[in-house]
Nanobody, 127 residues
Framework: QLQLVESGGGLVQPGGSLRLSCAAS????????IGWFRQAPGKEREGVSCITRIGGSPNYADSVKGRFTISRDNAKNTVYLQMNSLKPEDTAIYYCALMSTTVQPMCPLIKLFYDYWGQGTQVTVSS
C-alpha cells in the first residue's frame, strides 16, 4: 500500500520559514516525480512545486519562485519543501502527491497527473 505522509506544517509569522517533508513508502516500482500542492479555503487546489526522482529541473509556480525550494533525498524516499519569506496568502493545506508516469520536459503542476496523495498538513501564516 503506497503511502505519502506530510509533516512540518504549523503557524508562522509573515516573513518566517517552514520546511515541509513528504515521506513515501510502500511503492513497488520507481515513480517519476513528487509534487506539492496547496488548497486554501474556498479555492481550488493548486500546484506549488514538483521534482523528479532522477535528474531534471524542479518546477515552481510563479507565486513561490524565489521563496520556496524543493529538494529530495532518494535514500530516505523523502521530498522537502523549504518555504521562506512566507506571506499570509501562502496559508493553505499543503499536500504532496506522487506521479507514476513520465512527462517531458519536466514534471507538471497539474493535479490530474498525480496518482497518489497524502492527507495534507496545515500551514498558517499570520501575525
Amino acid at each position: 500500500q503506497l503511502q505519502l505522509v506530510e509533516s512540518g506544517g504549523g503557524l508562522v509569522q509573515p516573513g518566517g520559514s517552514l520546511r515541509l517533508s513528504c515521506a513515501a513508502s510502500g511503492f513497488t516500482r520507481d515513480y517519476y516525480a513528487i509534487g506539492w500542492f496547496r488548497q486554501a479555503p474556498g479555492k481550488e487546489r493548486e500546484g506549488v512545486s514538483c521534482i523528479t526522482r532522477i535528474g531534471g529541473s524542479p518546477n515552481y509556480a510563479d507565486s513561490v519562485k524565489g521563496r520556496f525550494t524543493i529538494s529530495r533525498d532518494n535514500a530516505k524516499n523523502t521530498v522537502y519543501l523549504q518555504m521562506n519569506s512566507l506571506k499570509p496568502e501562502d496559508t493553505a493545506i499543503y499536500y504532496c502527491a506522487l506521479m507514476s508516469t513520465t512527462v517531458q520536459p519536466m514534471c507538471p503542476l497539474i493535479k490530474l497527473f498525480y496518482d497518489y496523495w497524502g492527507q495534507g498538513t496545515q500551514v498558517t501564516v499570520s501575525s
